[in-house]
């Protein structure tokens, strides 16, 4: 019998990246919001959430994912700003936007998408918008002055990081929070 795996495939951060993330963490934590944040350590940019996945189906998934990257080389993407989803009036997720580079990593969530697709995994419906998720919301503390500090935030520094693989990454789901492992790396064209 066949193990469940849930997983996703992402683009791995860089340490100068986490340390953004971290400062951002200490600018916002004074606010009368109920966040939980994401660890600095485990930020990612996530370009396909694939779910419960049955270990069987890894080898053909690797190839999908080999197919899905043909073609696309080596770029790199900087930070813009925070914003939230699906607004700054109703937040329910802080994110970290991607300036240079954000095309590269759509089109790349794009043809991994497509080759996903064609071995059954289900498309998905938003359109994709490159980000780095920081913090959730919690469901009854939506109504905060978090928008308005958002909207006026800028970052202090910013940091231009290279994209040459993607990850295919196991998530396992603890009370304290995920754990995640690499299972496989795909490296980008030169």
Partial sequence: MSEDIRCFIAISLDTKIKSIIEKIHQDLSGLEASLRWVKPELAHITLKFLGSVPSNRLEQLHSAIRDG???????????????AFPNLHRPNVVWLGIDEGAHNIKDL????????GRIGFKKEERPFHSHITIARIKEENRHTPLGGFIEKYHLSENHTQICSRVALVKSTLHPCGPKYDILETFNLNQ
């Avoid at 990257?69 to 914003?83: D, E, Y």
């Fill in 109 to 116: 969530a794009e043809r991994l998408e497509d080759a996903l």
């Fill in 69 to 83: 990257i043909a073609g696309s080389k080596i770029f790199s993407f900087s930070l813009s700003r925070i914003g």
